[in-house]
Nanobody, 126 residues
Framework: VQLQASGGGLVQAGGSLRLSCAASEPSFKITAMGWFRQLPGKEREFVAAIRWAGGEEYYADSVEGRFTISRDSTNNTIYLQMNSLQREDSAIYYC????????????????????WGQGTQVTVSS
């Protein structure tokens, strides 16, 4: 599975960005997709995830109420709408995909995912 992420950029604090991630595999081969972020020298941290079949959404406490994850099953794409951005949200954002035969691990954990996108930089200025 190849994942193509886009939509990052530079935005002022309080602003919004929308990230997109398109998967090369058809929807019936996906069980979940998620977004993680990482700062230099730090571990990758969970941001949001969505189950493909039922659409259940999961969020990190730090982004709950500000970020929204969604999916377009027709185009095998997920989105991350980020509102009220803060400087602390600055990071490289990675999308990830868990296929049908993926590990039975909570989708809030990075090791639940087999495939990762290339990352897109989000920078929030004060």
């Amino acid at each position: 599975v190849q994942l193509q992420a886009s939509g990052g950029g530079l935005v002022q604090a309080g602003g919004s960005l929308r990230l997109s991630c398109a998967a090369s595999e058809p929807s019936f081969k996906i069980t979940a997709m998620g977004w993680f972020r990482q700062l230099p020298g730090k571990e990758r941290e969970f941001v949001a995830a969505i189950r493909w079949a039922g659409g259940e959404e999961y969020y990190a406490d730090s982004v709950e109420g500000r970020f929204t994850i969604s999916r377009d099953s027709t185009n095998n794409t997920i989105y991350l709408q980020m509102n009220s951005l803060q400087r602390e949200d600055s990071a490289i954002y990675y999308c990830a995909c868990r296929p049908v035969k993926g590990r039975a691990i909570a989708i809030t954990l990075s090791r639940a995912y087999d495939f990762w996108g290339q990352g897109t930089q989000v920078t929030v200025s004060s």
